[in-house]
């Protein structure tokens, strides 16, 4: 017996309009509102100095932590089922009022419980202490947020996720210069975030989204049960990426902390820049084509952006190695001097990061989670093991090494462990490798020039990419794929009026 495929009908008038307008708040919104966390984040750091910006860091990785159990993967299945059940919203809301407010107060005893028992220093528990309220306010402004997506009401949600962020920084601000320090400044965003929960409960209230009680069981084990695995995932991601800081913090000190998440704020920007927004806009695409199994292309398109992925960030890696004094010092100030060598070595674990991230996601697509959720467990072992032998015996600069290492063997993992018609791991490694070859030429030119950084990055830059056209680490379809993404760009046409090319391949891997 035969099946027909059925295809969806497509979006139309409308619906369409309704659509890009939405996306186009949630990116604008968050695009502006990272800009301004990692603007702020800049006056933070030398503001407070390395040992109060090192209590700072422990305390942040401990809420950020937290996070995962406060809101226990629960966004993505109220989104899911009230998009589906729009009557059904205050249920929902009833539902994840009890279920998530009960879980951010067993995560804020958690964290103070784990702070105490791990020995961390009386500063740290202090102001975890008062950070941690802010699991409980923002969960409760989180709800409402995930209900207002559900409605589309994306607009006035993206308006709200900008005017919080300003809030924060401007009441932070003020509480960390009127004197009371670190405690000013989790007042001011404890504040801060008040007022977002009071915007999203009047948006909600006035698009008719309001509780329903008594609590209706049918709805809440069900949400329980279907977000538990998400939690769980949620959990081991933010353990992986916190666990460097706060084991920074509990064997070496404050100061040493803030060197290392000093440095962590250049890899927040690069990879936010070179990868996430990348991710973001191709998850969707990848998503449709790897449920065609019989075509090339799905795999094709995961070889191109890993291997695009390579190609940019490898030339950035090797700037931030050789030249992460000149970089960083100016921005952080040279009592921050330590943290340029931590990053020389942190970037590795970004490009680890942002090479497999795009492996990750295709396998996302290929519904292969319990795959990526065992390397992210081993990942993490591994991580810990290394940071516990590393610290004591090499200081601060061993935490990056570890990262590096833990990072390294999860990307190798997922070469190997893809599988897709149309990707190669052995082309994917042969053109990988030229690729290095042009980056050794690179970062002998930048070391041969690293006293002088207005020449050197230039130069080192010129070489990579004369060494990758001398060593064809661009096949053909490379070349295609680069004329087409170029003709696309806003004043593409003014590019090809120069670059002109006939096209042998396209984006399915023919």
């Known amino acids: 017996m035969t099946t027909e495929s059925v295809q969806p009908p497509p979006l139309i008038g409308a619906e369409a309009r ?42 942040s990785a401990f809420v950020q932590v937290g996070t995962s ?6 966004g993505p299945i109220l989104i899911r089922d009230v998009a589906r059940h729009p009557e059904q919203a205050g249920r929902y809301l009833t539902s ?15 964290l103070n419980a784990a702070a105490a028992m791990g020995g961390y220093a009386e500063p740290v528990r202090v102001f975890l202490a008062i950070a941690g309220i802010n699991l409980i306010i923002d969960t409760l402004g989180n709800i409402c947020n995930d209900l207002l997506l559900a409605r589309e009401r994306m607009v ?21 210069n009127s004197g009371y320090g670190l405690f000013g400044l989790y007042v001011g965003v404890m504040t801060a975030g008040a007022l977002r929960v009071v915007a999203l409960w009047v948006l909600a209230w006035r698009a008719g989204i309001r509780p329903a009680w008594p609590l209706d069981r049918r709805v809440a084990r069900p949400l329980l049960l279907n977000s538990a695995p998400l939690a769980f995932s949620a959990f081991l991601t933010l353990a992986y990426q916190q666990l460097d800081k706060l084991l920074t913090n509990r064997l070496i000190g404050n100061a040493e902390t803030g060197y290392l998440s000093a440095a962590f704020i250049i890899i ?15 998850y969707p695409l990848m998503s449709r084509a790897s449920a065609d199994t019989r075509s090339d292309q ?23 190695t050789v030249f992460a004094a000149p970089l ?34 295709a396998m996302l697509a290929q519904n292969r989670q319990r795959r990526l959720l065992f390397l992210r467990i081993t990942g993490l072992f591994i991580n810990a093991v290394l940071l516990l032998v590393f610290l004591p015996r090499f200081g601060v600069v061993g935490a990056p090494f570890a990262s590096v290492c833990a990072e390294l063997y999860v990307l190798l993992s997922l070469l190997i462990l893809f599988r897709a018609p149309g990707w190669s791991l052995r082309r994917f490694g042969l053109q990988a490798g030229r690729l290095v070859g042009a980056g050794a030429v690179a970062a002998l030119v930048m070391v041969a020039l690293r006293d002088t950084a207005l020449v050197g990055i230039p130069a080192g830059l010129l070489a990579y990419v ?27 046409h003014l590019i090809r009026r120069i670059w002109k090319r006939d096209l042998h391949t396209d984006w399915a891997g023919g």
């Open 18 to 59: 309704r659509a890009a307008r939405n996306a186009g708040a949630i990116a604008a919104a968050t695009l502006f509102s990272r800009g301004l966390q990692f603007a702020w984040q800049l006056i933070l750091v030398p503001g407070l100095g390395p040992a109060l910006y090192g209590i700072y860091a422990a305390v």
């Open 69 to 74: 159990i406060a809101a226990f993967g629960m």
């Open 96 to 110: 994840a009022l009890f279920l998530q407010t009960f879980l951010a107060l067993m995560g804020y005893v958690i």
């Open 156 to 176: 006035a949600t993206s308006a709200v996720t900008v005017g919080h962020m300003l809030a924060l920084i401007t009441l932070a601000a003020l509480g960390l």
């Open 268 to 282: 927040f920007g690069v990879v936010e820049l070179l990868s996430t927004t990348l991710i973001t806009a191709l």
């Open 298 to 320: 799905f795999g094709f398109m995961v070889q191109k952006v890993t291997f695009f992925t390579f190609l940019i960030c490898l030339p950035v890696a090797l700037t931030l």
């Open 328 to 361: 960083t010092v100016p921005l952080f100030g040279d009592d921050y001097r330590p943290s340029a060598i931590i990053l020389s070595v942190l970037i590795w674990y970004a490009l680890a990061m942002m090479t497999g991230n795009v492996i990750s996601h």
């Open 466 to 492: 004369g060494a990758g056209l001398v060593l064809r680490a661009l096949a053909t379809d490379d070349w295609d794929l680069l004329y087409r993404l170029t003709g696309a760009l806003p004043g593409g």
